[in-house]
């Protein structure tokens, strides 16, 4: 570069600081140096992302995080080798994997994932209950969350809201399978549904006959899970001997990804994660629970309505949520405009601060513009967005980030071994 007499002027070199002084409008200061290295900021400098040190910090209000990615774009490449990352900092990481795209991750870590099938050897309770709250927050009551996840699983086999006498009949049920301490499983609050006591039956003015009646097509729905064609993973206790003291723990499901019934088995998985982590969780301690192929779990009203309810306990328990789906229209095609599945969707947005958006087509994204608070510049951006780039949404404020996979990770993170014959 020359002056208007033909000199040459040195270049002028500035910190990201300085540099975000001078061009307001198109340097960004980033976030911050605490946390993991996700990539490059393409306005600038290296972008670092931790929700609990954003939260900490004040930047965003809870540290969940939902991520929209194509196949193909580079989503489950950011959430394997995020995960692998965090673990130099101490943290956990707890995964719902529907596809079983986790071994690699699991192999690298030195642990095998728990992979559930039917009629198999493990089983998970879900109603196992969960620790108390954390940091002075209202602890959580494991008596509710056992009735709300029951309601959500009676609800989701039923394909329906459960009417006020079932869920009445399902809620005595699990009373009477906790009488003396007792943990609750699905068996015993089947076969209370099946043979109510005339105590329940007294509790709320009817006769034992009549309770009976009220409770059966829950019962028989929930059969399915204890004596039908999906028994032998969540129908007893926890398996004893399970080891959840690495720092990842995949439950596999592949064995049932074309399953009708993924998004029960989803929540079912997700529930017992979510009691697990708890209890072997610290005061002080952090994770990440990922869901992978969430709109299996969005789909379906009555585990919609629990995840939600779940989401809004991240903080009390010291867990990020991160959820995963294909195309932004996932979250308005699970239900009619205005119904309840979309308005539950738009509340798990809500309850997520971080949203990270990688290349979608146009129409998906003028659909959901609105629902995600994009720029006009944003919908024009996203459908253009080269693999591994992805538009950020923290809090407040928006980033364009490429990830970048280290030497080490390339083979973690490599789904393309088929098509290229490797």
């Known amino acids: 570069m020359r002056d208007r007499a033909g000199f040459k002027v040195p270049a002028h070199a500035v910190t990201t600081r300085n540099l975000g002084a001078a061009y307001p409008l198109v340097a960004e200061a980033g976030l911050g140096h605490r946390g993991v290295l996700i990539g490059h900021d393409l306005l600038g400098g290296s972008f670092v992302y931790d929700p609990f040190e954003l939260y900490a910090s004040g930047v965003v209000s809870n540290p969940n995080m939902i991520v929209f990615g194509q196949i193909g774009r580079g989503k489950s490449s950011l959430l394997k080798t995020y995960l692998w990352r965090q673990a130099v900092f101490g943290r956990?990481?707890?995964v719902v994997d529907p596809k079983g795209e986790y071994a690699a991750l699991a192999e690298l870590w030195g642990v095998r994932p728990v992979a559930l099938r039917p009629?198999?050897?493990?089983?998970?309770?879900?109603?196992d209950p969960v620790a108390p709250g954390r940091a002075g927050l209202v602890p959580d009551d494991p008596a509710r969350r056992q009735c709300e996840l029951l309601a959500s699983l009676a609800s989701a086999c039923l394909n329906r809201p459960l009417l006020p006498r079932e869920r009445a009949a399902a809620d005595l049920a699990l009373v009477s399978t906790r009488s003396g301490g007792v943990v609750p499983t699905l068996p015993a609050v089947v076969a209370a549904l099946l043979d109510p006591a005339?105590?329940?039956a007294s509790r709320i003015r009817t006769e034992r006959a009549r309770l009976l009646?009220?409770?059966?097509?829950?019962?028989?729905?929930?059969?399915r899970l204890v004596d039908g064609d999906l028994r032998g993973m969540f129908d007893g206790p926890t398996t004893e001997g399970l080891d959840l003291s690495g720092p990842l723990v995949v439950l596999d499901l592949s064995a049932l990804y074309a399953s009708g019934a993924l998004g029960v088995l989803m929540a079912c998985a997700t529930?017992?994660?979510?009691?697990?982590?708890t209890r072997e969780g610290g005061p002080s301690s952090h994770a990440f629970l990922v869901v992978d192929?969430?709109?299996?779990?969005?789909?379906?009203?009555?585990v919609a309505r629990w995840l939600q309810a779940s989401w809004k306990l991240s903080r009390a328990h010291g867990v990020a949520n991160v959820a995963a789906l294909h195309r932004l229209s996932d979250l308005t095609s699970v239900g009619a405009a205005g119904s309840e599945q979309v308005g539950?969707?738009?509340?798990?947005?809500?309850d997520s601060e971080t949203l990270v958006i990688y290349a979608q087509p146009p129409g998906e994204v003028a659909k959901a513009a609105e629902l995600l608070s994009l720029s006009g510049t944003e919908v024009e951006l996203?459908?253009?967005l080269a693999r591994g780039v992805a538009l950020w949404k923290v809090g407040r404020r928006s980033f364009l980030v490429r990830h970048v996979v280290g030497a080490t990770e390339r083979a973690l993170v490599d789904t393309d071994r088929a098509m290229a014959g490797r």
Not at 344 to 350: P, T
Request: aromatic share 6%; no cysteine; hydrophobic share 50%.
């Open 119 to 127: 009629g198999g050897t493990i089983r998970l309770n879900p109603l």
């Open 198 to 200: 005339e105590e329940s």
């Open 382 to 384: 996203v459908p253009q």
């Open 271 to 277: 529930a017992w994660l979510q009691a697990a982590l």
């Open 92 to 94: 956990r990481a707890w």
């Open 344 to 350: 539950l969707a738009e509340g798990l947005l809500s």
């Open 293 to 302: 192929e969430a709109w299996a779990i969005l789909a379906n009203l009555g």
């Open 213 to 223: 009646e009220d409770g059966r097509d829950v019962a028989l729905e929930l059969r």
